[in-house]
């Protein structure tokens, strides 16, 4: 119970402590840093088995305060499954960077930051307040302008500069939206809000609130319209970062807001569902095709999560049982290979010192562990049977079917052709074929690197086993079960608080 | 004493003025922090203010003096020590069973010593606040600036 | 209602400034304007008509104040805007030193 606000508050308190003390010793830094990713990742599978021991969701009090006065943090299933993805991830992010930040200077920033970012995302998954949910977006995202820059060149600059300027209008829509909520609901709770909504009903204003929260989180979410910056800034991050950001920060700052609002504070009703399913088409499309014309390998991966942010949106807004369990799990399964991704193209950037793909192949023998290890997150995010993305693109696939969206179907499985298409370009130029004269003494990367990267090509493996019913049930079902039972969650302050 | 050299720095006047009124807008600034739980104020108002005055004596006698008496890693120091003094007070909160709780005494209204932590979360937001701003207008001052062509 | 639609229109113009506008300093400037703009909104949604300060003194009722809350939230979200604001004008200045230029038509080394 008491472990709830431990998750923002290690995270802060680890990123003060690193800048403080982290100046003059790296190895400090990386041990350090590696703790605390590796505590919170702990913190969260254990909050996996206290929500196996209760009935009802859990809401802390932060400073003694009942919720609709105080800041309360919520820990339901939701919040667990998503709590459990990003610490993984980030465990594995740090533990990459050991190596990989050793070309950097000041690596005490590197991780300062980093940190700042993982405590944004976690505060953001676990509070139940919705102005507390702005202040650790912002913060997470305030942290993620600064990596994204991190490297001081002229490209990064500009891709920093163009994100930034998308991002802060996206967060002034955000407050827009919630200075509505607050002027009609007077409260600022979640769950009070919902109470509030349900009784007095939605009426025009709240129609505009609603629409700004869809543009605010759908451009912190990068979905089709509001793409245009993701395709920029990721690439430009060093590898580590880009992988956090596609992976998983923007799951969490956008994805996951938009199922916490929509779901459990306004409620799914048919027009928001289709405008989610007509999104999440566009963007299947769009950025497949978008993802076949390019030749810079983590750019490549940049359209390519747009591409695979679609299907999650599509299944989510299919709002039956089936499309949302589909698209849960493929929100875990593209966590885990698209940061998979992104952590092989720079080990291949950190050994060849390129990102054109025409430059490289047949890295294949030089580099096995990076290349076995990249095939395995190709193959699964471009739906080959054994591999867990398999098993979630054919459910949202036969979701959509079975709700009677033929059409949407479609839409899926040809995004699935396509993004097979250029993975296959991909692993050809980059891996297969024949290696150039000037790469003869490539050698592996070094042992941090090639640990993260074996750990999330097994967690692709084993992630495919999710679905079976006996490991459902601990993990997907009760995340599953938040949003299907969308409003149940206005009772929470009741159920609750103990 | 060559901090009073005509090269660096603003004219003598703008000297004199100053070293008589940076001090009061210190003290300006620390009585705001400190006064923030009983009347408007408080850690980011006063910490501001305190940055100013920062400010003030970096315009006035040129950057060369004002880094000398805060240099650069200090103002980073500070930053971070506010910073974890602030998240300490929130984890003591744990020794009276909830974060961030207030279990210290809170004693009489209108005050000084009451309240309880709130004046404690004061003074370390205005060390944050104050080094904070003082450190990017540093940041942005000091950026070594060489366009190209 | 009038003040409210003027906010919007302040929001508009500080949108317009940062879509149109093709110099980056302008830009900033416009998400500052705009996110004033939402700064006096919500301060606005607060107050009540004729009613005095949130502020509790010795020899007064608590009756007929605005509500504080929406001030809190504002000087919160000023201090996130300092932040972000110090943060691009950094950037701005760095993206100069490495373009030789504001303008944004002619810095476009990313494409694609």
């Known amino acids: 119970m008491h472990i709830l606000p431990l998750f923002p508050a290690l995270g802060l308190g680890g990123a003060f402590l690193v800048s403080l003390l982290g100046r003059r010793s790296k190895k400090f830094c990386d041990i350090f840093t590696n703790v605390i990713t590796c505590a919170l990742f702990g913190l969260s599978l254990y909050s996996l088995c206290i929500l196996k021991s209760q009935t009802s969701p859990l809401v802390y009090k932060v400073g003694g305060w009942i919720p609709p006065i105080g800041i309360s943090l919520v820990l339901d299933g939701l919040s667990s499954f998503m709590l459990i993805i990003v610490n993984f991830v980030a465990f594995m992010i740090t533990l990459y960077s050991v190596n990989y930040m050793e070309k950097f200077t000041a690596k005490f920033k590197f991780y300062t930051l980093f940190l700042l970012m993982l405590a944004g995302m976690n505060g953001v998954i676990v509070t139940g307040d919705i102005f507390n949910l702005f202040v650790f977006l912002e913060i997470a995202s305030v942290a993620s302008y600064a990596l994204v820059a991190y490297g001081v060149e002229a490209e990064e600059l500009e891709a920093s500069f163009k994100y930034l300027i998308m991002s802060s209008v996206a967060s002034l829509f955000i407050l827009l939206g919630i200075a509505f909520l607050y002027s009609y609901a007077s409260t600022l709770n979640m769950a009070d809000i919902a109470v509030v909504l349900s009784e007095k009903g939605l009426n025009n204003a709240m129609l505009f609130a609603s629409i700004l929260f869809i543009v605010g989180f759908s451009l912190k979410a990068a979905i089709v319209p509001f793409h245009a910056w993701l395709p920029d800034a990721h690439p430009s991050a060093p590898a580590p970062i880009s992988a956090c950001l596609s992976g998983i920060f923007i799951k969490a700052l956008g994805v996951y807001t938009l199922c916490r609002l929509f779901y459990n504070v306004f409620g799914a009703n048919p027009a928001l569902l289709n405008l989610f399913m007509g999104l999440g088409a566009v963007s299947i499309v769009v950025g497949a095709l978008l993802a076949l014309g390019q030749v810079d390998f983590k750019r490549l991966l940049a359209y390519s999560s747009i591409n695979q942010i679609g299907y999650i949106i599509l299944g989510l807004g299919l709002g039956t049982p089936l499309g949302i369990l589909g698209a849960l799990f493929h929100l875990f399964n593209h966590s885990v290979f698209k940061s998979l991704l992104f952590l092989n193209s720079g080990a291949v950037e950190y050994t060849v010192g390129t990102r054109n793909i025409r430059d490289m192949g047949g890295l294949r023998e030089k580099m096995p562990v990076t290349s076995s290890t990249s095939l395995i997150a190709s193959m699964s995010i471009s739906g080959i049977p054994p591999f867990n993305g398999f098993f979630s693109k054919l459910i949202i696939i036969l979701a959509c079917i079975h709700a009677g969206h033929v059409v949407y179907s479609f839409w899926a499985i040809l995004g699935s052709i396509l993004t097979l298409a250029y993975f296959m370009k991909l692993q050809k130029n980059v891996f297969f074929g024949n290696l150039p004269e000037r790469y003869n003494n490539v050698r592996e990367v070094p042992f941090f690197m090639k640990t993260a990267m074996v750990m999330l090509a097994i967690a692709c493996i084993v992630g495919g086993f999710m679905v079976l019913p006996k490991v459902k049930k601990y993990i997907l079902s009760p995340a599953q079960n938040v949003l299907t039972h969308g409003l149940d969650y206005k009772n929470i302050n009741e159920i609750g608080v103990k | ?149 | 209602m009038i003040t409210y639609f003027l906010c919007l229109v302040l929001f508009a113009v500080g949108l317009y400034a940062v879509l149109r506008k093709r110099n980056l300093i302008k830009i900033i400037i416009g998400i500052v304007i705009c996110e004033y703009a939402v700064n006096l909104f919500l301060v606005l949604f607060g107050y009540r008509m004729n009613n005095r300060s949130p502020i509790y003194d010795p020899d007064q009722v608590i009756t007929k104040m605005v509500d504080p809350l929406p001030q809190a939230l504002v000087l919160t979200s000023i201090v996130i805007g300092l932040a972000t604001t110090a943060l691009v004008v950094g950037i701005a200045i760095r993206i100069y030193e490495k373009y030789g230029t504001f303008d944004i038509t002619k810095i476009r080394k990313l494409r694609g």
Request: hydrophobic share 55%; proline share 4%.
């Open chain 2, 1 to 149: 004493m060559n901090y009073n050299s005509p090269h660096k720095g603003m004219t003598l006047i703008v000297k004199t003025i100053t070293r008589i009124t940076v001090g009061l807008i210190l003290l300006y600034g620390i009585y705001i922090t400190l006064h923030g739980h009983v009347s408007p104020g408080g850690g980011f108002a006063g910490g501001v203010i305190i940055a100013l005055s920062f400010i003030h004596l970096m315009l006035a006698f040129g950057k060369e003096e004002a880094l000398r008496r805060l240099p650069k890693p200090l103002v980073s120091l500070f930053e971070s020590l506010g910073a974890i003094l602030f998240f300490t007070i929130a984890i003591l909160g744990f020794v009276g069973g909830y974060f961030f709780l207030d279990w210290l005494n809170k004693g009489e209204p209108f005050k000084l010593f009451s309240a309880g932590s709130i004046l404690l979360s004061n003074i370390a937001i205005a060390i944050k606040v104050s080094f904070g701003l003082f450190g990017i207008f540093l940041v942005l001052v000091l950026l070594k600036f060489t366009p190209k062509k």
